[in-house]
């Protein structure tokens, strides 16, 4: 079993922390990065790399929820959702090396995949 973080990767300090918390995570085994920009160019290959995944974290930093939006572009549905804005009351600003509350937003991906690979047995 796979399962696919897609971080949102946004030009500000939650989009920037949804890259460092995928990264943390991902091993390429069982945990694999999602590409932000392949899944919504329409570049097959990518998308057919993405689809291999059984289930999928969208790690949104806000509430436009462009990870939400690119999976659901794709027609990969059923996805854990993640706003770290909404979800963690963290502010969105332009400080990308402010990190606050990035622990709370880490404890809720590892949630999620405990819970995926635990119900998998």
């Known amino acids: 079993m796979k399962l696919g973080i897609l971080p949102?990767?946004?030009?500000?300090?939650?989009?920037?922390?949804?890259?460092?918390?995928?990264l943390?995570?991902?091993?390429?085994?069982?945990?694999?990065?999602?590409?932000?920009?392949g899944l919504p160019l329409g570049i097959k290959?990518?998308?057919?790399?993405?689809?291999?995944?059984?289930?999928?974290?969208?790690?949104?930093?806000?509430p436009m929820k462009c990870s939400s939006k690119t999976l659901d572009k794709v027609g990969i549905t059923g996805y854990e959702e993640i706003v770290l804005t909404s979800d963690f009351g963290i502010e969105k600003n332009k400080n990308f090396n402010d990190v606050s509350n990035?622990?709370?937003?880490?404890?809720?991906?590892?949630?999620?995949i405990k819970s995926f690979f635990h119900n998998q047995r």
């Open 102 to 112: 990035m622990d709370k937003v880490e404890q809720k991906v590892e949630e999620i």
């Open 45 to 62: 290959k990518i998308i057919d790399m993405a689809k291999e995944n059984d289930k999928f974290i969208a790690l949104n930093g806000c």
């Open 8 to 22: 949102c990767q946004g030009a500000c300090n939650v989009g920037n922390m949804t890259s460092k918390v995928a």
């Open 24 to 37: 943390k995570y991902v091993d390429n085994e069982k945990i694999n990065m999602v590409c932000a920009l």
